[in-house]
C-alpha cells in the first residue's frame, strides 16, 4: 500500500495568488496523478506523469501546472487562482508489482481542499 | 457512451442486507477492474481489484467480473451503515489509463 502525502489539507485563498499544492509519496512509484473533484461530482484527471520529467494533461482542461523532477514529488501550481479552481484536488500515485502490469492500482493521497474567494 | 457507466443512486439497502452496485465498460480490451470507496469529504480508498471472469470474495465484499458482457459488479453481504458511501468502479482501458465511473451513491438503512 501507498503511503502518499498532500498539502495542505485545506487552503482558503484570495483571487489572483499563486499557490502550490504538494504531493509526495514514499513508494518510489513511477506514475503519479492529479485529480480534481467536485462535492458529489465524479473524479476529473487533470495532469499525470510516467516519470521524472514527464508530464501530460489529463481529460480535464486545467490552468495548472505541474512539475516532475523527483520521483517522490508531484506539485501542482496555479499561477493565478479563481473562484472557479475552489475544489478538491487529489493525488494519486500507482506502480504495478514487478512483472504483473495487469495489477497497477492506483492509491490517493487524503486531498487537499481548495476555496478561492 | 461513456467508458465507464454506473448508476449514480442513491441506493437505499436494509442494514443486514446485501447491497449489489453494477458497472459496465465500453472498451473491450480491458483487463483490469477495481472498486473504490469514498466517503464524503474523504479520498477514494480501494477496496478490490478483479482480472478474470467469475467471483473474487474478500471478506464482506464479493466482485463479478463478467468480460463478455462487460460488466462488473460489487455485492456487499450483511450491510453495515458504515458502508454508506460512494463507490466508484475504475477500468484500466486499452490505452492503460485507469478511467473512473462517476460512482455510485450507497445508503445503508438502520
Known amino acids: 500500500e501507498a503511503d502518499i502525502y498532500q498539502t495542505p489539507r485545506y487552503l482558503v485563498i484570495g483571487t489572483g495568488k499563486k499557490i502550490t499544492l504538494e504531493c509526495s509519496q514514499t513508494?518510489?512509484?513511477?506514475?503519479m496523478y492529479w485529480y480534481q473533484q467536485d462535492p458529489g461530482m465524479e473524479l476529473h484527471l487533470i495532469h499525470y506523469?510516467?516519470?521524472?520529467?514527464?508530464?501530460e494533461k489529463g481529460d480535464l482542461s486545467s490552468e495548472s501546472t505541474v512539475s516532475r523532477i523527483r520521483t517522490e514529488h508531484f506539485p501542482l501550481t496555479l499561477e493565478s487562482a479563481r473562484p472557479s479552481h475552489t475544489s478538491q484536488y487529489l493525488c494519486?500515485?500507482?506502480?504495478?508489482?514487478?512483472?504483473?502490469?495487469?495489477?497497477?492500482?492506483?492509491?490517493f493521497g487524503p486531498g487537499t481542499r481548495l476555496l478561492v474567494l | 457512451q461513456k467508458e465507464v457507466e454506473q448508476n449514480s443512486g442513491p441506493l437505499s439497502v436494509p442494514e443486514g442486507a446485501i447491497a449489489s452496485l453494477n458497472c459496465t465498460y465500453s472498451d473491450r480490451v480491458s483487463q483490469s477492474f477495481f472498486w473504490y470507496r469514498q466517503y464524503s469529504g474523504k479520498s477514494p480508498e480501494l477496496i478490490m481489484s478483479?482480472?478474470?471472469?467469475g467471483d473474487k470474495e474478500d471478506g464482506r465484499f464479493t466482485a463479478q467480473l463478467n468480460k463478455a458482457s462487460q460488466y462488473v459488479s460489487l455485492l456487499i453481504r450483511d450491510s453495515q451503515p458504515s458502508d454508506s458511501a460512494t463507490y466508484l468502479c475504475?477500468?484500466?482501458?486499452?490505452?492503460?489509463?485507469?478511467?473512473f465511473g462517476k460512482g455510485t451513491r450507497l445508503h445503508i438503512l438502520p
Open positions: 478483479i482480472y478474470s471472469n
Open positions: 475504475a477500468v484500466r482501458n486499452r490505452d492503460d489509463k485507469i478511467i
Open positions: 506523469s510516467y516519470g521524472v520529467n514527464s508530464t
Open positions: 513508494m518510489g512509484h513511477d506514475k
Open positions: 494519486a500515485s500507482s506502480d504495478p508489482p514487478t512483472g504483473q502490469i495487469l495489477q497497477e492500482t492506483q492509491y
